[in-house]
T-cell receptor, first 114, second 114 residues
Framework: DVKVTQSSRYLVKRTGEKVFLECVQD?????MFWYRQDPGLGLRLIYF???????EKGDIPEGYSVSREKKERFSLILESASTNQTSMYLC?????????????FGPGTRLTVL | AQSVTQPDIHITVSEGASLELRCNYS??????LFWYVQSPGQGLQLLLK??????LVQGIKGFEAEFKRSQSSFNLRKPSVHWSDAAEYFC????????????FGSGTRLSIRP
């Protein structure tokens, strides 16, 4: 089974702190994604990556950056956390190719910024 | 622009009753379509997907969905719901053979009445 793990289930940070959210997948997937999930808004794509050291902006990249130094790991970085970044963050991965673009999700990290 | 719409924010059905969750998409051709389920505190799990062929798709946990091109719809159904089906359900679409991003609907929360 594909496994996507996220470093923390719950995280509480203060405004202005630098925050790292880590995601690791064990199925050698090329594609990895970071979403945030907010009530009534569904999932919104923040960033995604097709390969190591490669990244693409999603729909709401402002205030975030990402890092993909190894194929299995995709990190989301909040350079200076703000209260409006309080949310559930979901990581996903998928193999290459359109027909296989089913995404496999991690359990999520619920981030609270005070 | 491509979009996925779930018109029902919250639905309550009685245990043992039938269920239909609505999903509509906006696109000039046939997209790839998915239904995901998110149980409380969990990540998303794929229920079923439609790429082409038979318009009635069977998924896991007794769910099925029917693609109707004329109505731009991909509604999810289950003949008899169980209390464990209480969750949030997301419809999603992949638009175009070279598309890289899945677009999610805003979700429908399903509650089960004992």
């Amino acid at each position: 089974d594909v496994k996507v793990t996220q470093s923390s289930r719950y995280l509480v940070k203060r405004t202005g702190e630098k925050v790292f959210l880590e995601c690791v997948q064990d199925m050698d997937h090329e594609n990895m994604f970071w979403y945030r999930q907010d009530p009534g808004l569904g999932l919104r794509l923040i960033y995604f990556s097709y390969d190591v050291k490669m990244k693409e902006k999603g729909d709401i990249p402002e205030g975030y950056s990402v890092s993909r130094e190894k194929k299995e790991r995709f990190s989301l970085i909040l350079e200076s956390a703000s209260t409006n970044q309080t949310s559930m963050y979901l990581c996903a991965s998928s193999p290459p190719g359109t027909l296989n673009n089913e995404q496999f999700f991690g359990p999520g990290t619920r981030l609270t910024v005070l | 622009a491509q979009s996925v719409t779930q018109p029902d924010i919250h639905i309550t059905v009685s245990e043992g009753a039938s269920l239909e969750l609505r999903c509509n998409y906006s696109y000039g051709a046939t997209p790839y379509l998915f239904w995901y389920v998110q149980s409380p505190g969990q990540g998303l799990q794929l229920l079923l997907k439609y790429f082409s062929g038979d318009t009635l798709v069977q998924g896991i946990k007794g769910f099925e969905a029917e693609f109707k091109r004329s109505q731009s719809s991909f509604n999810l159904r289950k003949p008899s719901v169980h209390w464990s089906d209480a969750a949030e359900y997301f419809c999603a679409g992949l638009f175009g053979s070279s598309a890289s991003k899945i677009i999610f609907g805003s979700g429908t929360r399903l509650s089960i009445r004992p």
